[in-house]
Each structure stands twice: as C-alpha cells, then as structure tokens.
C-alpha cells in the first residue's frame, strides 16, 4: 500500500562509507496532505546511527529535512553490504501539536487509527567518489594546463633575470659616477697648475734675458712641460 501522507526522499538511504570517519545522510519528507502529519524515525542498529530530529510535524503541504550521521566503521563488509534499515512512521495529527507530544503510543495500532510506515534500506557508497568527466574535457583540461605551465615558466625567468639586469646596471651606473668624479678631479687640478704656469710665464717676460746661453723663458718653459708631463703619468697610474 503506498503512502497517503508522507513522501520519503529518496527511496533508499545512501550512506557515504569511509574506515575511521563519520558520515551523513539526509532524508527529506514531504507532506501530502493538508493536515499537520507527525512522524518518528526508526532503525535496526540504534546505536550506529545518530538521527537528528527522531521525530517531528510537518506542516500541511511542507517538508522536513532529517539528518542521519553513521558512525566511523572499523572495517569493510563483505561486498559493502549493509543490513541495517529505517522506519519512518507517519500518523495525521491535530494542529498545534507540538514535538513534544509526540510519545511513542501515538504510533501505536489500533482499530480505526490510520499510522503509515516507509522502510528504507541502507546503501553505502564511495564517500569521495570521482567525477565523471568526458574524454574530450580531459583533453582539452591537459592542453590548457600544459599552455599554463609554458606561459608560466617564461614569466619566472624573465622576471628573475629582470632582477639580475637591475642589480647590475646599478652597479655599473655607480662605477660609472666614480670614473666621472676621478677624471674632474684631475683636470681641476690641471686647470690651477695650468693658471700658475701662465702667471710665471707673465713674470719672466717681464725680466731681462741672461747674457750668454739659454733664456729663462726657455728653460722656464722646457720645466713647466715636463712638470706637466710627470704630473699627467702619475695621474693615468692612479
């Protein structure tokens, strides 16, 4: 006989089944009717299930979500089997009846008394099972990750000698100022000998020349050139 009050969603409870780790189901209820329905959650194996509400009232023409928790399995059953199995008992109740009232008698048989049961069986299956994909998206998924990884390795190495061609054009570029500040230094100090040789100069004109030999412009002259030609190989050393 099917059910005129309640509809269980889905037909059969599928269980996640993984060793060592707890687990959850749902059952969802649905009101048919438009009267309040109360219903209780039953099962064969109590104390390996955790039923969160046990028991409730589902509002004319609603639904109600029931969480179902397994616990952690210390092993595998043959062939993943389950024997274990659920009970939902549903009865028409009056409105305003609370979940408080809802005893056990209330499912109890009787002449006249209308209380319809749903039993479920328990199904386990892979807690983590892999998602089907085509073979063409599979493909294509490889195609784009091998394009990814060559664009991404040219990103790293430019990015890494980018790096390295700073460092080094920085340290050039601070060569290079030294080199500039080196070279000014030298001609500063040509430029003030140059000026005192010309004032010497200026002061011999002015003299008489020596009777006899070489004249002090000349030997003047001949000193200062190689003054500056000493001073300018000892600048090149440094």
Do not use: W
């Not at 309640?6 to 749902?26: G, H, I, T, W, Y």
């Amino acid at each position: 006989m099917s059910n005129t009050l309640l509809r269980v969603c889905p037909s059969d409870l599928k269980m996640p089944f993984e060793l060592k780790r707890q687990n959850s189901a749902c059952l969802e209820l649905v009101n048919k009717t438009d009267q309040c329905v109360a219903f209780k959650v039953k099962t064969t194996n109590p104390r390996k299930y955790a039923v969160r509400p046990a028991s409730g009232v589902v509002p004319p023409r609603g639904s109600f979500s029931i969480s179902i928790t397994m616990q952690a399995p210390k092993e595998i059953p043959p062939d993943y089997h389950c024997k274990d199995k659920f009970l939902v008992q549903s009865i028409a109740v009056d409105e305003g009846t609370a979940p408080k009232d809802i005893v056990p008698d209330l499912f109890s048989k009787a002449p006249g008394k209308l209380v319809e049961e749903f039993k479920l069986r328990v199904i386990y299956v892979p807690a983590n099972p892999p998602s089907p994909v085509p073979e063409e998206a599979e493909e294509e998924d490889s195609l784009g990750s091998d394009v990814d990884h060559e664009v991404k390795i040219p990103s790293t190495s430019n990015s890494t000698s980018g790096h390295g061609h700073a460092s080094t054009s920085q340290t050039s570029h601070y060569e290079d100022i030294s080199m500039v500040s080196k070279s000014g230094d030298h001609e500063s100090r040509y430029a003030e000998e140059n000026k005192k040789i010309q004032k010497e100069l200026e002061l011999i004109r002015k003299t008489k020349p020596s009777p006899g030999g070489f004249s002090a412009t000349f030997v003047l002259l001949i000193f200062s050139l190689c003054f500056l030609l000493g001073y300018l190989m000892l600048g090149s050393r440094a």
